[in-house]
């Protein structure tokens, strides 16, 4: 997988140079320098074949919106990652905390219960397989 990574990375690299020169190119332009220019113009479109080839080896690929959203604000890409990741845990200790506080809940009421109905308890008990009130 890394390696069509490397491969798009390598075409985008050569891209921008060939870009960054055709703009040294243009700002300085002479009649003189025209073969060059048409060269540079002939390597970008070749470039942006190239991407589009890799673009077919990416196609199962998708980035969040909100990657874009990081980059275009100037904030490290890989910091969306990060703050998936906690408030993943956030919540994961939400919810530990609710599942927790339910079974507390479950366990008085059974005990509360056992005690005002007895009898429909201990049938409650020996339907679940439980030999002992609990504690």
Known sequence: ??????HLEEHLEK???NIRQLGIIVSDFQPSSQAGLNQKLNFIVTGLQDIDKCRQQLHDITVPLEVFE???QGRNPELYTK??????LAKNEQVKGKI???????SLLIQELSKVFPEDMAK???IRGEDH???
């Open 15 to 17: 891209f921008v140079e």
């Open 100 to 106: 927790d506080t339910m079974k507390k809940f479950k």
């Open 1 to 6: 997988m890394a390696e069509k990574f490397d």
């Open 70 to 72: 990081y980059i275009d």
């Open 83 to 88: 703050e998936c990741l906690e408030r993943a």
């Open 133 to 135: 009130p609990p504690s």
């Open 124 to 126: 409650y008990r020996s």
